[in-house]
């Protein structure tokens, strides 16, 4: 069956498109994907694909939190 959907978000960029999607595993662990879609010259798209479990959430947020500054947003 593969896993389920539970919650997505679009976000339109200038040349690419993030998305970022909760899925639940068949064990009902929840996670994100974080997907990264961008046109290249023949027309089609190339995505990038980043998983991050429910354990390691804390830790990212934590060093996005970090590292915002240095290109000027904060968070």
Same mark, same amino acid.
Do not use: C, H
């Given at each position: 069956?593969? &896993?389920?959907?539970?919650?997505?978000? %679009?976000?339109?960029?200038?040349?690419? !498109?993030?998305?970022?999607?909760?899925?639940?595993?068949?064990?009902?662990?929840?996670?994100?994907?974080? !997907?990264?879609?961008?046109? &290249?010259?023949?027309?089609?798209?190339?995505?990038?694909?980043?998983?991050?479990?429910? =354990? =390691?959430?804390?830790?990212?947020?934590?060093?996005? %939190?970090?590292?915002?500054? =240095?290109?000027?947003? !904060?968070?």
């Amino acid at each position: 069956m593969g &896993n389920q959907e539970s919650g997505a978000i %679009k976000i339109p960029a200038w040349q690419r !498109t993030y998305f970022i999607d909760v899925k639940e595993s068949k064990k009902g662990s929840k996670y994100l994907i974080f !997907t990264e879609s961008k046109k &290249n010259q023949e027309g089609k798209f190339n995505r990038q694909r980043i998983m991050i479990f429910k =354990d =390691d959430l804390p830790a990212v947020v934590e060093a996005l %939190k970090k590292v915002a500054p =240095d290109i000027g947003v !904060t968070l």
